[in-house]
Nanobody, 111 residues
């Protein structure tokens, strides 16, 4: 069964760091683009970062220089390293690969 499972969310103070993981099963994430999205309360879901099959990466302007997306092909997992977190980063973070979505992991950044 194809699924993506996010983990690593939690409560962190502003300026802190978290690393999110997106573990895939039944899907080979290295074959296409995988993205991290987030949705804050009352807001639309937005793209945070993505990594392509060839490991090209791209980031939303709001997270450039603070977040890093990476992929471990052996573990079939995509990561999002989040540094210098701000309260406005508070959201549910979702992993996406082609038509597959995870259920999300909550990140809360306190001021």
């Amino acid at each position: 069964q194809e699924q993506l499972v996010e983990s690593g969310g939690g409560l962190v103070q502003a300026g802190g760091s978290l690393r999110l993981s997106c573990a895939a099963s039944g899907i080979i994430v290295s074959l296409s683009t995988t993205g991290w999205y987030r949705q804050a309360p009352g807001k639309q879901r937005e793209l945070v970062a993505f990594i392509t099959r060839t490991r090209m990466t791209n980031y939303a302007n709001s997270v450039k220089g603070r977040f890093t997306i990476s992929r471990d092909n052996d573990k079939n997992t995509v990561y999002l390293q989040m540094n210098s977190l701000k309260p406005e980063d508070t959201a549910v973070y979702y992993c996406n690969h082609v038509q597959y979505w995870g259920k999300g992991t909550l990140v809360t950044v306190s001021s």
